[in-house]
């Protein structure tokens, strides 16, 4: 099998002590996570990785997302995804050039595509939520805009600062890139990975000429990347999502949703992933740029369930559950990024009040087991063994 990881936990001491051996093609590799796939333009050495650590770290836009937290992952043997997602261009690129300056190994960077079909705003729905919204929570009407706004979240430019970059990976959510803008991936010597959330996504990603395939589970943090009309919000297991989609292509998977533990990173890659996925355990690391309010939550709320939302943004996103989710969520239209803008002037008003009520507190549900620690000891616990450093080698 190509691009799979096979781990096997040794249970010594009732440790967890894991060895991961890699199959890749014809290779097979011990202690090195190295991804292959069937995309010519690419050579097995291009593809080499050297992750010591299988692990991808999501991107987060937001806040959470910084170059530090990317580059204490990457010090630590994982694949760190910068989030381009609602920065100026200028800003993406002030954030690659710190992160190129922290290390010199494979990261990547993601976009998200715009839907252009989304410029047409149901003015009544979004009048109607946004009453709503100043009725339910006492909100100054002044701090709501009145008129709906739409974005195209700069994808031309941001896409052309990341074909500049130095990144290996360019990943796309909430939409899939055109055939066109693929090619400009690998115009650029860089790979494309595209996410789906059930398997009619997952065969239109193997379809396409993406080189890797993303797939965020029903328990992933804030957005899925779930593209309405060709994917579904499926709730089909993480685990039965993987399996499917090695079904159907040899392209490597990265994984994740809801990961809590090592003993869900290794169920992911015995699974067949190549890499798991994860987002909210980060959120509270010493690194992220997570605001103080959310990070309060996080630490505060840990017996609260999250909910599935389209309260914030008008796409559905998983949060932990407050005020606002429990009594918005229902009366919420699908006016994604309207609804985003919409809500933006209050959620930066609630996180500088420190009222988490108000806050939409992307998590999913492994949060509480989120801590306040440097990203790199996350991801040492996360995977707790050294894999070069066990040397034992699997057939
Ligand atoms: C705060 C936050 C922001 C996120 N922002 C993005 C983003 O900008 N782009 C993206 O593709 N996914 C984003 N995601 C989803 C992640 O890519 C990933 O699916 C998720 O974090 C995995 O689940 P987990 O959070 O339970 O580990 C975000 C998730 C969170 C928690």
Request: charged share 20%; glycine share 8%; aromatic share 6%.
């Amino acid at each position: 099998m190509i691009g799979s990881i096979a781990a096997s936990t040794v249970n010594e001491d009732e440790r967890f002590v894991t060895d991961v051996s890699v199959t890749t093609g014809t290779r097979h590799a011990v202690g090195t996570c190295e991804l292959t796939g069937k995309n010519d333009i690419v050579t097995d050495e291009e593809m080499a990785l050297n992750l010591t650590r299988p692990l991808v770290l999501a991107p987060m836009a937001g806040g959470p997302s910084t170059p530090r937290l990317a580059a204490e992952v990457a010090e630590a043997g994982g694949l760190p995804f910068l989030a381009a997602g609602y920065l100026s261009p200028e800003k993406l690129g002030e954030d690659i050039v710190e992160l190129e300056s922290r290390i010199s190994k494979p990261y990547g960077i993601n976009l998200f595509v715009p839907d252009h079909q989304g410029q047409d705003c149901d003015r009544d729905a979004y009048e109607s939520y946004r009453q709503q919204i100043a009725t339910t929570l006492d909100i100054p009407e002044s701090l709501l805009p009145a008129e709906p706004v739409w974005s195209d979240d700069y994808f031309e430019a941001k896409l052309g600062v990341a074909l500049e970059s130095s990144a290996r990976f360019v990943s796309f959510t909430f939409g899939h890139p055109s055939a066109a803008v693929i090619e400009r991936v690998h115009a650029a010597g860089k790979l494309a990975v595209l996410y789906a959330t059930s398997r009619p996504g997952l065969n239109a990603v193997a379809a396409s000429g993406a080189d890797v395939i993303g797939i965020q589970g029903a328990n992933a943090g804030g957005h899925r990347a779930t593209v309405f009309g060709v994917d579904d919000d499926s709730a089909e297991p993480l685990v039965s999502l993987i399996e499917y989609a090695l079904s159907i292509s040899d392209k490597p998977v990265f994984a994740g949703g809801g990961i809590a533990t090592s003993a869900d990173v290794l169920e992911v890659l015995r699974a067949g992933a190549t890499a798991v996925q994860v987002g909210t355990l980060f959120l509270d690391a010493e690194e992220a740029g997570t605001k103080e309010t959310h990070r309060w939550a996080l630490r505060n709320l840990k017996d609260r369930d999250t909910v599935v939302t389209r309260a914030f943004t008008g796409r559905p996103a998983r949060a932990i559950s407050n005020r606002f989710t429990d009594t918005l969520s229902d009366a919420a239209p699908a006016l994604y990024p309207q609804l985003h803008y919409l809500t933006s002037g209050l959620r930066k008003k609630a996180a500088e009040g420190e009222d988490a009520e108000s806050l939409n507190l992307w998590a999913g549900t492994g949060f509480p087991h989120a801590s306040s620690k440097s990203a790199g000891r996350i991801v040492r616990e996360l995977f707790p063994y050294h894999p070069s450093a066990n040397g034992s080698k699997r057939a």
